[in-house]
């Protein structure tokens, strides 16, 4: 069995309970930083094949930050 990533199980949470719209996703695109929320970023993405997962830099829910890329 395969063990999800951190940004898998927050995406996995955030459909089973229904509240996409509450998490905001912040992602790469050249070089800017865009933010929209879960529901809208899954649309976008064409369920992750137009955005790649690695190119997301943040992950929050109402206010809260629940994933932040790291850089080096």
């Not at 898998?8 to 933010?35: C, Q, T």
């Not at 899954?42 to 190119?55: L, N």
């Amino acid at each position: 069995m395969v063990k999800k990533g951190i940004v898998e199980e927050i995406f996995s949470e955030a459909k089973f309970a229904k509240e996409l719209d509450l998490y905001n996703v912040s992602y790469r695109d050249f070089d800017k930083i865009k933010e929209i929320t879960l529901s809208e970023f899954i649309k976008e993405s064409e369920e992750f094949f137009k955005i790649p997962i690695s190119r997301i830099v943040r992950i929050k829910k109402n206010n809260t930050i629940l994933f932040e890329k790291v850089s080096k």
